[in-house]
């Protein structure tokens, strides 16, 4: 080996240095990196796991508030309703209120006007029969029974009221 160039205790030499170099880095080296390794792989998978955890965590909470955010909504829209229909009632309860006292002062107008309509009338016939009296005392120049002429003119008052249309 010699003529190689290869000298023999010089390769076992270094042959012993390089295993025992690849034991020293094996065991100081290799070892130890690998178990960081190892435990940055657990890490990651643990970060994973987590993401994932909160991920379906979110996912859940966004259903949550989506469930919470239509069942507002809904309830809303029932109150909008009832608010409606309690409105549409009132206004009907405040118009039917207001027809029924239209039609009590209508009555009590035509009432008033009947009463007022029949005073008048009365104090129509009256000055009618105050008058004719009156006329005929002048005519005859004298008093006549009083009491008849007053039957006399509210029988013709009383038949002129029934000719009436």
Known sequence: MDKLGINLGLLVSQLV???????LLYLLLYK???????????RIARS??????ARESAARAQQEYDRKIAESQRRAQEIIAKA???????????????????????KRAAEA???EKAQILADVQKQIAD????????????????????RLIDQFLSEMGEAKP
């Open 84 to 106: 409606a229909q309690d409105g549409e009632r009132v206004g009907a309860e405040i118009e039917a209120q207001a027809r029924r006292d239209a039609e009590d002062i209508r």
């Open 17 to 23: 240095n390089f295993s025992l170099l690849v034991v």
């Open 48 to 53: 994973m796991a987590d993401v994932d955890a």
């Open 131 to 150: 008058l004719s009296m009156l006329a005929t005392e002048r005519v005859l120049g004298q008093a006549v029974d009083e009491k008849t002429q007053r």
């Open 32 to 42: 130890p990196v690998l178990g960081m390794l190892n435990q940055r792989k657990d």
């Open 113 to 115: 006007a009947a009463q």
